[in-house]
């Protein structure tokens, strides 16, 4: 089985940055693509970004691009997500995930492809 944790979260102003990792643990880290998902208040949950077995391909809703990245570190069994330009409809819970060992689908942004999720971190982004 698969743990996740998120950290990292936290209050930021409108134009500042923070990242979130995510440690995983339980197996089959390098073999997993990897994800973070968002939820506001009152919204359902929503893809952020996904990051391919090892590193070589991520992939980004419209609206982060340009201002987030996603990126891991096999050797530690991390994940990051780097945000900078922070606006405030940024603010939501924030969730890692983790898909089947070997995934080789396209439709990253679709949380069903993902087994494991952690416990999510608040990001709060005031104007």
């Known amino acids: 089985q698969v743990q996740l944790v998120e950290s990292g979260g936290g209050l930021v102003q409108a134009g500042g940055s923070l990242r979130l990792s995510c440690a995983a643990s339980?197996?089959?880290?390098?073999?997993?693509?990897m994800g973070w998902f968002r939820q506001a208040p009152g919204k359902e949950r929503e893809f952020v970004a996904a990051?391919?077995?090892?590193?070589?391909?991520?992939y980004y809703a419209d609206s982060v691009k340009g201002r987030f990245t996603i990126f891991r570190d096999n050797t530690k069994n991390l994940v990051y997500l780097q945000m900078n330009s922070l606006k405030p409809e940024d603010t939501a819970v924030y969730y890692c995930a983790a898909s089947r060992s070997y995934y080789s689908g396209t439709t990253y942004n679709n949380p069903n492809e993902y087994e494991y999720w952690g416990q999510g971190t608040q990001v709060t982004v005031s104007s």
């Open positions: 990051i391919t077995w090892r590193g070589g391909a991520t």
């Open positions: 339980g197996g089959a880290f390098s073999t997993r693509c």
